[in-house]
């Protein structure tokens, strides 16, 4: 899969997703993401952790073929690893 990046127009984080066993359905997963990244965000985390939990259950949403319904369980075990730069 590609990386996915994020910004907070000081720095920029580069996320390498991780690679899947398999896809039981992609539907949902961008919906799961924004849900998450909102989520994190208003509980106080800072961007970049935030979007990792978000890419981490967007990918697990992809191994649920229900959309927008994935293991919290699993995501912990999707969590991208990331690195981040000044611009």
Known sequence: P?????????????????????????LGCGDTASAILLSELCSGKELFPAFRMALGAASANCLNPTP????????????PEYTVRNL
């Open 2 to 26: 590609a990386d996915a990046f994020a910004s907070d127009r000081v720095s920029i984080a580069r996320y390498k997703l991780p690679e899947l066993p398999f896809v039981a359905s992609p």
């Open 68 to 79: 927008g319904q994935y293991s919290p369980e699993e995501a912990q075990k999707l969590l």
